[in-house]
T-cell receptor, first 111, second 116 residues
Framework: GENVEQHPSTLSVQEGDSAVIKCTYSDSASNYFPWYKQELGKGPQLIID?????GEKKDQRIAVTLNKTAKHFSLHITETQPEDSAVYFCAAGANDYKLSFGAGTTVTVRA | DTGVSQDPRHKITKRGQNVTFRCDPI?????LYWYRQTLGQGPEFLTYFQNEAQLEKSRLLSDRFSAERPKGSFSTLEIQRTEQGDSAMYLC??????????????FGQGTRLTVV
């Protein structure tokens, strides 16, 4: 099955700086890569996703890059704000249904 | 209501008791998923429905677990003879499911189960 590894497990950044989270996956059949943000006591919220037919996608302060050859993808958050503090999960899925998640990155934005 | 709804939000039960959780997916979403999330980990896939058909069950889903989705609308997840190891957040998600293409999955708030 698919194995997704996520780094770092914790990330502390100064407000206004950028945050980068990296993930690798093992199954070359995976072609869908969403990112979720989870706040304490809540369910994961989809923030951005990318499919294997594109290398980069941007939505305001959030961007995701994908390198299919190396089997890794990254989340970039620019101009971080205190409300960006949360746990972020990467995930990978193939042309079916289920997602395999990374272990999560706890992001803390220092004011 | 435009989101996935789960009930209850929290459940405390004694070991050995049965519990049942409910999930109402986003209207017109034909795919419904159950995931389990333990502290400090990402969600783990448990099972999945395409309309009313349960198409796959993870090895994590022992025979004490059963899920249903009658009429392809809401779903229930029942755990019989609960064990302390069942303590976790149970998450439901739904997606549109266009053919074989993986589409965006939206999660509910989850049900936090504590077995004492």
């Amino acid at each position: 099955g698919e194995n997704v590894e996520q780094h770092p497990s914790t990330l502390s950044v100064q407000e206004g700086d950028s945050a980068v989270i990296k993930c690798t996956y093992s199954d070359s059949a995976s072609n869908y890569f969403p990112w979720y943000k989870q706040e304490l006591g809540k369910g994961p919220q989809l923030i951005i996703d990318i499919r294997s037919n594109v290398g980069e996608k941007k939505d305001q302060r959030i961007a995701v890059t994908l390198n299919k050859t190396a089997k890794h993808f990254s989340l970039h958050i620019t101009e971080t704000q205190p409300e960006d503090s949360a746990v972020y999960f990467c995930a990978a899925g193939a042309n079916d249904y289920k997602l395999s998640f990374g272990a999560g990155t706890t992001v803390t934005v220092r004011a | 209501d435009t989101g996935v709804s789960q009930d209850p939000r929290h459940k405390i039960t004694k070991r050995g008791q049965n519990v049942t959780f409910r999930c109402d997916p986003i209207s017109e979403h034909n795919r419904l998923y159950w995931y389990r999330q333990t502290l400090g980990q990402g969600p783990e896939f448990l099972t999945y429905f395409q309309n009313e058909a349960q198409l796959e069950k993870s090895r994590l889903l022992s025979d004490r677990f059963s899920a249903e989705r009658p009429k392809g609308s809401f779903s229930t997840l029942e755990i019989q003879r609960t064990e302390q190891g069942d303590s976790a957040m149970y998450l439901c998600a739904s997606s549109l499911g266009l053919g074989f293409r993986n589409t965006e999955a939206f999660f509910g708030q989850g049900t936090r189960l504590t077995v004492v």
